[in-house]
């Protein structure tokens, strides 16, 4: 199957500071990407679909101005956590739309400290 | 709204056994996927089967099938012969055709008893 890659695996960063994590589809090119957040023991929560070279659209009570999503072209998406802050600590994935189904990436742990 | 609901948080089977995990939806779409995803300890998201809407015919992949009644807007996984790799948090998810968006259930956590 298709591969997504995402960097870094595991960032720590202090508050009040912005930390970008980036996502690739490797062998195939992703119009659309989806942008995740899970917490522990929970399920996945969709926070924005980013299209390439568009703004992204982001579902309710998402903080645009927080997280930003950048599509800059049909193989990265990066994710901007902005000023952050310890409740910003989480488990971030991404994923890319191909031909058939969605393909996920391995996920960015985030700690803020 | 579209939302699918997961009523099992948690779920143990003896190993070699079979164990069926349960999903309802709710959508007022006509065409749509489900899916079954599996999220080992690791976090990666494995896509375990698709069921498109439109097929009567239950999906099957291996030791995985499905229990799709769509009229019940029911979608549940069997999985037969269990392993302790199955063990796993597998979350049921919901695709309209004109999207792309997924929406997943809460998760059920699946332990694998030796």
């Known amino acids: 199957g298709a591969v997504v890659s995402q960097h870094p695996s595991w960032v720590i960063c202090k508050s009040g500071t912005s930390v970008k994590i980036e996502c690739r589809s490797l062998d195939f090119q992703a119009t659309t990407m989806f942008w995740y957040r899970q917490f522990p023991k929970q399920s996945l929560m969709l926070m924005a679909t980013s299209n390439e070279g568009s703004k992204a659209t982001y579902e309710q009570g998402v903080e645009k101005d927080k997280f930003l999503i950048n599509h800059a072209s049909l193989t990265l998406s990066t994710l901007t956590v902005t000023s952050a802050h310890p409740e910003d600590s989480s488990f971030y994935i991404c994923?890319?739309?191909?031909?058939?189904?969605?393909?996920f990436g391995p996920g960015t742990r985030l700690t803020v400290t | 709204a579209q939302t699918v609901t997961q009523s099992q948080p948690e779920m143990s089977v003896q190993e070699a056994e079979t164990v069926t995990l349960s999903c309802t939806y709710d959508?007022?779409?006509?065409?749509?996927?489900l899916f079954w995803y599996k999220q080992p300890p690791s976090r990666q998201m494995i896509l375990v089967i698709r069921q498109e809407a439109y097929k009567q015919q239950n999906a099957t992949e291996n030791r995985f099938s499905v229990n799709f009644q769509k009229a019940a807007k029911s979608f549940s996984l069997k999985i037969s012969d269990s392993q302790l790799g199955d063990a796993a948090m597998y979350f049921c998810?919901?695709?309209?055709?004109?999207?792309?968006?997924?929406?997943f259930g809460k998760g059920t956590r699946l332990h694998i008893l030796p």
């Open positions: 998810a919901y695709r309209i055709y004109r999207d792309d968006k997924i929406i």
């Open positions: 959508t007022s779409e006509s065409d749509y996927y």
């Open positions: 994923s890319g739309t191909g031909h058939y189904e969605q393909y």
